[in-house]
């Protein structure tokens, strides 16, 4: 029944795009403000997806895993004895009743599991069942499980003319996990707005009413924080904290780990120290949250795998304290602060770098690692070419800021001051590289408006190759090419360089490595009230049909945006294949000609546009804007009414 629900949802989505393909006509709506528009694979959407996803771990009680639930009905020996569980609350009164670490329970096969993505599978038995069990590794994103949706929810279906297909009613948590996961998986172009207001509620008892995209975004991020777990108050992202500031003594009631700590590092490692031993026992360590608690899962460990794996419940939880229950095993754990050590701070790094003309890459190994880290212990680093020297700690690395040689690994040995040490690994990667991409990149223009014949003209030159230059080792400008080959009169003063010339081109001199290029920069002088435009003109020719951008500041990144300028509302809509923003636009006429304002343009670095732009060039094809703070900033936008 769940796969068919899966499937209608599937079939639904390709009824609507030939309705969308094949109808004649079509009520064309404007873009959805208020009721804002859900894109597939977008931050709300996998959130969405996440509080929808089926829940695995309420009945590990009886599955013993949190990957998948039991389809109910079910029925299982306890003890020996016949009991069926028809619902959630069958099973939730019977658990009340149960001292469950004493039953031994069994299932009567055949069963049917149930994934977090509604899947199904059919068990024959125990040794099949077991197979799933051991091979779960729970994805602490696949379910969100302290908040629910209140049903019914509606959503509008746009195609991307944001023509409304249809409008869908949902009802329980499969159909909307299949609506947003047949989104992704079929790849339909189709978009979905939410109708507000929608009610969500948390584990705790609160409901909340939600009315903006960006309120329901952050109710579901902050579900944990309003989650009712068992009987105490442990948060997991608290326990991370509290769990990675200290190493931790820790007790099972009995002596056998009287001289040992736990370090919980930042890259889930797991470290097992004995009195001043130099090596430690190794393993991993991961936080999950469901509704049984917060689960500490200790895994991969080098010894103790027995006494120590598994995923321990955090039953109690204090700054200095916390106390761990799986089945009927208890570990309390004690934090020992006054043995803080710096192994939290470093993990194994990578360090990349190119390809130099002879062959010998320089990689500046502290900076690449610790210069990296925030680390508040004292300890001592040095550098080694072998795991033997760093193990013994002789032969450190001299130079540390420019070690150049081919070796594909060295190593960071890092000691506190009671003399315990551990060895990081350094992969160096080295990559051919061309030094020069950036400045190849784009065709480098400066531009500044024309004022009177008889007045030299000044060019900032250093803001042509901006973004490129700080890699340089040494970067020069010449008027001519002959100069620049020759490294001979060199421009003194490049950024207040002058000339009486309406066009003309000067030289950069790049020097990357030891080798040498040189690339052009084109100096325009323009007519800054070309067009004659005025405001009205301005939007007039705005609004008639969509742009998209030709050049930012002579480079073509932004050439996926494209706007479309909403005449009375003050909203320009601007968009690529996956990103949809509603932003705001205006215009204002002023002395030097007309400003256009971009505001609330939020997007992956088309955010660079927000501000005041002056028009100096105005055709009914294309608008060249300045930016009226900074003249060197350029936007190019080309009309196109296709």
């Not at 189709?190 to 903006?212: A, C, D, K, W």
């Not at 309003?226 to 904290?241: H, K, M, Q, R, S």
């Not at 421009?491 to 790049?510: C, D, F, G, K, W």
Request: aromatic content about 10%; proline content about 2%; glycine content about 4%.
């Amino acid at each position: 029944m769940k796969t068919r629900t899966y499937q209608l949802v599937t079939y639904f989505l390709f009824a609507l795009l030939c309705f969308s393909s094949c109808q004649d006509e079509i009520t064309d709506v404007d873009t959805p403000n208020e009721q804002e528009t859900i894109l597939a694979d977008s931050v709300l959407a996998n959130l969405i997806t996440s509080t929808s996803a089926n829940y695995g771990a309420y009945d590990d009680v009886l599955d013993n895993s949190s990957c998948f639930s039991v389809d109910l009905p079910v029925s299982i020996l306890v003890n020996g004895t016949p009991v069926t569980i028809d619902t959630e609350a069958d099973l939730e009164t019977w658990l009340s009743e149960q001292n469950t670490n004493t039953n031994v329970i069994d299932f009567e096969f055949p069963i049917t599991i149930i994934f977090s993505d509604y899947s199904e599978f059919t068990i024959e038995n125990q040794e099949e069942l077991q197979g799933f069990v051991d091979s779960c590794e729970v994805n602490a994103t696949d379910s969100i499980t302290c908040v629910d949706f209140s049903y019914p929810l509606s959503f509008s279906v746009f195609n991307t003319g944001f023509n409304l297909i249809e409008t869908l009613v949902i009802n329980n948590d499969e159909s909307l996990f299949s609506f947003f996961n047949s989104l992704e998986n079929n790849q339909i172009t189709l978009i979905v707005s939410l109708n507000f207001p929608v009610s969500l509620q948390y584990t705790n008892g609160e409901v909340i009413e939600i009315n903006t995209n960006e309120e329901l975004t952050e109710a579901i991020q902050a579900a944990e924080e309003n989650c009712a777990i068992g009987n105490y108050d442990c948060v997991e992202d608290e326990i991370l904290i509290n769990l990675m500031s200290c190493p931790w003594r820790f007790t099972d009631g009995s002596d056998n780990f009287e001289n040992y700590s736990l370090l919980f590092n930042a890259d889930n490692e797991l470290q097992i120290s004995e009195g001043l031993a130099t090596s430690a026992i190794g393993g991993n360590w991961s936080l999950s949250t469901s509704e049984a608690g917060v689960t500490l899962a200790i895994s991969e460990l080098t010894a103790f795998e027995d006494s120590l794996e598994g995923e321990w419940i955090v039953t109690e939880c204090e700054e200095g304290s916390i106390s761990l229950q799986l089945g009927d095993e208890h570990l309390v754990l004690t934090k020992e602060c006054n043995d803080v050590t710096p192994f939290s701070c470093f993990s194994n790094y990578e360090i990349t770098e190119c390809t130099l003309v002879n062959n010998s890459p320089v990689f500046n190994l502290s900076a690449n690692t610790i210069g990296l880290v925030d680390c508040n212990a004292v300890f001592t680093a040095t550098f080694h070419s072998s795991l033997i020297d760093a193990e013994t700690d002789v032969n450190p690395i001299e130079n540390t800021k420019a070690y150049e040689a081919l070796t594909a690994q060295v190593y960071l040995r890092i000691e506190d001051e009671n003399g315990f040490y551990e060895i990081y690994s350094i992969t160096l990667i080295t990559s051919e590289c061309d030094s020069f991409e950036c400045f190849q990149s784009f065709d480098a223009v400066l531009e500044t408006c024309y004022t009177d014949a008889t007045v030299l003209y000044e060019f900032n030159l250093p803001l042509a190759f901006a973004n490129c230059t700080p890699s340089a080792d040494n970067v020069t400008y010449y008027e001519t090419l002959a100069d620049a080959e020759a490294e001979t009169n060199t421009i003194v003063t490049p950024e207040v360089y002058n000339t009486a010339e309406l066009n003309s081109t000067v030289y950069t001199r790049v020097e990357i490595n030891n080798q040498v290029d040189i690339f052009p920069i084109q100096l325009n002088v323009i007519n800054c009230n070309a067009g004659s435009c005025t405001e009205g003109d301005i939007e007039g020719i705005l609004t008639q049909c969509q742009w998209h951008i030709a050049s930012y500041n002579g480079s073509d990144n932004l050439m996926d945006y494209n706007f479309d300028f909403e005449e009375d509302s003050g909203i320009v809509v601007i968009y690529t294949d996956t990103i949809i923003i509603d932003a705001s636009w205006s215009t204002l006429q002023t002395n030097e000609g007309v400003v256009i304002e971009f505001s609330n343009v939020a997007g992956p670095n088309v955010q660079a546009i927000n501000g005041n732009w002056l028009v100096v060039e105005c055709t009914a094809a294309q608008l060249v804007l300045h930016n009226v703070n900074d003249s060197s900033n350029e936007i190019v936008i080309d009309r196109n009414c296709e």
